[in-house]
C-alpha cells in the first residue's frame, strides 16, 4: 500500500490531502487547500499563497490517476467546490449531506452537490459503509463529531484495508478527545494512523484542557493497544510551535514501544514550514507593503 501526504498544516497549508495506492485502486482522500484567514491578528503572508498554489496544482495532479475520490466532510480545506471538473469520472464518496450535519454544512454540501452534477461517474453516501475494490476494503466510521460537539458538524473517518495492511485517517476529530472517534481506529488496528490532532494553539479559548488531556489519553491507548507503527500527527495540532511538548507523553510511550509519531512533513521526507504558525515571524523577515 502506497500513502502519499500531499499537503499539510506541516507542508505550510491547511489540508490533509491524501492519495492511498493499492494493487485494485487509487483512492484520493480529501482533496482541498486552504489558508487560516487571520493569525496574530494578520492576513495569510504572500508566501502562505505561493505555497497555496503549488499545493493545489499537486493535488490536481493526484485527482487525474484517482479512481475514487472521498470528502470526509465539507470544510473548504477539505473539498473544492469551485473546481468540481477534478471529479469527472471518478466514484464520488460523500460524507451524507442531510444526516448528521450542521446547518453549515448542510448548505456547503447542497452548494457542492449542485456544482458536481453529472460530472462524477458514481457518487454514494459513505457514512458507516463499506466498499469493495478486489482485495482492498475502504471502511468508514458513523458519522463522528468534529471535534469535541456538534457545533463544528460532523466528519467521517475512513480505513483502507489490503490483505494485513490498514491506514486509517482520522479526519477533523480534534484530538480524538471523544470515545467513539477513537474506538473506530482501536476496532481497525491499523499499521499507519493520520490524525489531526488536538487543537492545541486554542487552548484555554476554543479548546479545553480536559479535551487535550483526554487527546492524549487516547492517543496513548491507540500506541499501545494496536499494531501502528507510524502515528501521524498534522493539521489542527501542527498550528501550534509547541505541538511536541504538548504531547510529550505521546512521545515518550511511542519511544519506549519503539514506534514513530511524526509529522505529515516528516512522514513524506519533507522539511517542517508550519507557515501560518510562523505566519508572524514571515511578516518580519519578509515585510510586506
Same mark, same amino acid.
Given at each position: ?13 491547511? #489540508? ?42 499537486? %493535488?490536481? #495532479? ?17 473539498? =473544492? ?9 471518478? &466514484?464520488? !464518496? ?10 453549515? *454544512?448542510?448548505? +456547503? ?6 456544482? &458536481?452534477?453529472?460530472? /462524477?461517474?458514481?457518487?454514494?453516501? $459513505?457514512?458507516?459503509? #463499506? ?34 495492511? $490498514?491506514?486509517?485517517? =482520522?479526519?477533523?476529530?480534534?484530538? /480524538? #478527545? %471523544? ?7 482501536? +476496532? *481497525?488496528? /491499523? ?8 487543537? =492545541? ?17 487516547? !492517543? ?12 501521524? !500527527? ?9 505541538? +511536541? *511538548? ?44
Amino acid at each position: 500500500m502506497k500513502i502519499e501526504l500531499l499537503a499539510s498544516d506541516s507542508m505550510g497549508t491547511r #489540508s490533509m490531502a491524501t492519495y492511498v495506492e493499492t494493487d485494485d485502486v487509487r483512492v484520493l482522500i480529501d482533496p482541498g487547500v486552504a489558508l487560516g484567514p487571520r493569525r496574530y491578528g494578520l492576513p495569510p503572508h504572500p508566501l502562505e499563497y505561493q505555497k497555496l498554489e503549488e499545493d493545489w496544482k499537486r %493535488i490536481k #495532479s493526484y485527482a487525474e490517476r484517482s479512481d475514487v475520490m472521498v470528502v470526509t466532510h465539507y470544510h473548504y480545506d477539505h473539498h =473544492s467546490p469551485e473546481e468540481p471538473e477534478i471529479y469527472e469520472g471518478k &466514484l464520488v !464518496l460523500l460524507k451524507h449531506p442531510t444526516e448528521n450535519i450542521n446547518r453549515s *454544512q448542510r448548505g +456547503r454540501a447542497k452548494y457542492f452537490i449542485e456544482k &458536481l452534477g453529472e460530472l /462524477p461517474e458514481r457518487l454514494e453516501y $459513505c457514512d458507516g459503509r #463499506s466498499f469493495s475494490f478486489g482485495d482492498t476494503e475502504l471502511v468508514f466510521s458513523k458519522a463522528v463529531y468534529h471535534g469535541t460537539n456538534p457545533r463544528l458538524g460532523y466528519v467521517t473517518e475512513i480505513a483502507v484495508r489490503r490483505d494485513d495492511e $490498514c491506514f486509517v485517517f =482520522s479526519s477533523d476529530v480534534e484530538g /480524538p #478527545s %471523544i470515545d467513539d472517534q477513537a474506538e473506530f481506529i482501536l +476496532r *481497525q488496528n /491499523p499499521d499507519t494512523i493520520y490524525i489531526d490532532g488536538p487543537m =492545541s494553539y486554542m487552548l484555554g479559548y476554543r479548546y479545553a484542557q480536559a479535551s487535550l488531556n483526554k487527546s492524549v489519553e487516547n !492517543l496513548v491507548k491507540i500506541l499501545e493497544t494496536t499494531k501502528v507503527e507510524n502515528l501521524i !500527527l498534522d493539521h489542527h495540532l501542527l498550528r501550534d510551535l509547541e505541538w +511536541r *511538548q504538548k504531547l510529550s507523553k505521546v512521545f515518550d510511550v511511542a519511544t519506549k514501544l519503539g514506534k514513530r509519531v511524526v509529522s505529515a512533513a516528516e512522514f513524506a521526507g519533507k522539511e517542517e514550514l508550519m507557515l501560518e504558525a510562523r505566519r508572524k515571524v514571515l511578516y518580519e523577515k519578509f515585510p510586506v507593503e
